[in-house]
């Protein structure tokens, strides 16, 4: 026995060749520090505007996505057991798990406008549908009548390729706040325009600004190549100086320039972030992270959950299609509401929806983290502050099992003509009340008037 677990242990450096004897031969085209994932614009990565989009694009793939099952009012009634589902929440692809993948959907969105959700590895069952094996987010490079032609990372090659696919087989999306982030003149584009000139200011702080007052007149051609001449010889001193030292003669005149002309510009710039950050919802607190529940729920409404239904909208029209939608087939997304709430607080909220059979007690332990309980009782909507009903033996009656309906238990559609009437139910009730009223008044003997 111990003999067979040692002849199939690995290990990743020993015998490489022998173990992975793919790997020996020739893997194809390769890359050194490009990630198949995101670049932002060059514009982009050098402002503070990056952080921005890796604030909103973390928020945003916090947030769990399922391919679900719901009745006919929209309410959630199960999962899906389908590989789109393994994508969203196992695998997207070989080299993105599920949060890295949504994390990618949203940096695509709001740097680049518009993306698309493509499905790389796809089959047709016996009944039509479409199974999705993996999925690839595609920047999106020509519009056409029907088609969009798309830069999408191909993992079997390990580069980018340009294909051209129909509109109705990716999931098309466009920023819900593009014309605040991605416009021509929206808030976003100018503020990157602001803070790209004041990097150039930045970088050409260095010089020195200094005027040289030569010793004689410089009207004439040969003069005016004398005092050039000495420019550069004082400029040379100055680079080639360790410390930056230069001589000047006793007669020369030095002047320095330490007051440079102001602007606007730092001004402009403050006004604008301040102005995004109102557009997008953004505070500094969220920024760094000590933002109240307030200010965190109005991000949220705001920002965040736009570009959820976004998502959520185009990926069920165009990778479930209107066939698995008729069939009451959708793309939700789950948001923990427990996510921002202090552990006091969390605690007289648990007891409230506990009290009030709106959730059970292992329902509560799973939002903390905890294993389920394997008492009955753990799984059931009671309220533990009540007394609860016991048999003869004063052992306490177990709850009823809870049965979870299925999605083929679910009607559809209902007929509300064929309900009982309302009032036959009620009078029904009055009668049968009456009735055991003249039953037990009959044992008393009483006479009748």
Same mark, same amino acid.
């Given at each position: ?22 790997? #020996?031969?020739?893997?194809?085209? *390769?890359? +050194?520090?490009?990630?198949? !994932?995101? %670049?932002?614009?060059? $514009?982009? =990565?050098? &402002? ?96 056409? #009548?029907?088609?969009?032609?798309? *830069?999408? +990372?191909?993992?079997?090659? !390990?580069? %980018?390729?340009?294909? $051209?696919? =129909?509109? &109705? ?115 500094? $607190? ?119 309906? $299925? ?43």
């Amino acid at each position: 026995m111990a003999f067979e677990k040692i002849k199939s242990a690995l290990n990743a450096f020993r015998n490489y060749e022998k173990q992975y004897p793919a790997l #020996a031969n020739d893997l194809g085209p *390769s890359s +050194y520090g490009v990630r198949p !994932g995101p %670049r932002f614009g060059f $514009t982009n =990565e050098r &402002s503070i505007i990056t952080s921005i989009y890796t604030r909103i694009a973390i928020d945003v793939a916090g947030v769990h996505m399922r391919h679900v099952k719901v009745d006919k009012d929209e309410r959630y009634v199960d999962d899906v057991d389908s590989k789109l589902n393994l994508c969203l929440n196992f695998e997207a692809n070989l080299d993105q798990g599920p949060r890295h993948f949504r994390q990618d959907i949203v940096t695509t969105l709001i740097d680049r406008g518009v993306c698309a959700i493509v499905p790389v590895d796809t089959s047709v069952d016996e009944d039509g549908n479409v199974e999705i094996y993996t999925l690839r987010v595609g920047e999106i490079l020509q519009w056409y #009548a029907h088609h969009v032609k798309l *830069s999408v +990372y191909n993992e079997a090659k !390990g580069i %980018r390729e340009e294909i $051209t696919l =129909e509109k &109705s087989k990716v999931a098309i999306l466009q920023n819900p706040l593009y014309d605040v982030m991605n416009g021509p003149n929206s808030t976003l584009q100018r503020l990157a325009t602001k803070l790209s000139v004041l990097d150039d200011i930045d970088e050409s702080a260095s010089r020195l600004d200094m005027i040289i007052q030569l010793p004689y007149t410089i009207r004439s051609e040969a003069k005016r190549e004398q005092a050039e001449s000495r420019r550069k010889d004082i400029e040379f001193q100055l680079k080639e100086s360790q410390y930056g030292i230069a001589y000047a003669d006793a007669t020369e005149k030095i002047t320095q320039l330490n007051r440079p002309a102001e602007n606007q510009l730092i001004a402009q710039v403050d006004r604008l972030t301040s102005l995004l950050y109102a557009q997008l919802g953004l505070t500094d $607190t969220i920024m760094d992270g000590t933002a109240d529940e307030a200010a965190m729920l109005n991000y949220i409404n705001r920002t965040v959950e736009p570009m959820l239904d976004a998502i959520k909208e185009a990926m069920t029209r165009a990778l479930l299609g209107r066939v698995r939608y008729d069939r009451g087939e959708r793309i939700f997304y789950f948001r923990d509401p427990f996510k921002l709430v202090p552990l006091t607080t969390f605690a007289e909220i648990a007891d409230k929806l506990s009290r009030n059979e709106i959730v059970s007690p292992n329902e509560i332990r799973g939002y903390m983290g905890i294993i389920p309980s394997k008492d009955p009782k753990a799984d059931a909507l009671n309220n533990s502050n009540m007394p609860q009903p016991i048999d003869e033996l004063g052992n306490p009656i177990p709850p009823p099992t809870v049965v979870r309906p $299925t999605a083929e238990a679910v009607p559809v559609e209902e007929d509300l003509e064929d309900d009982v009437d309302d009032d036959d139910v009620v009078m029904s009730a009055f009668d049968e009340i009456e009735k055991a009223i003249d039953d037990t008044f009959a044992d008393f003997d009483l006479p009748e008037e």
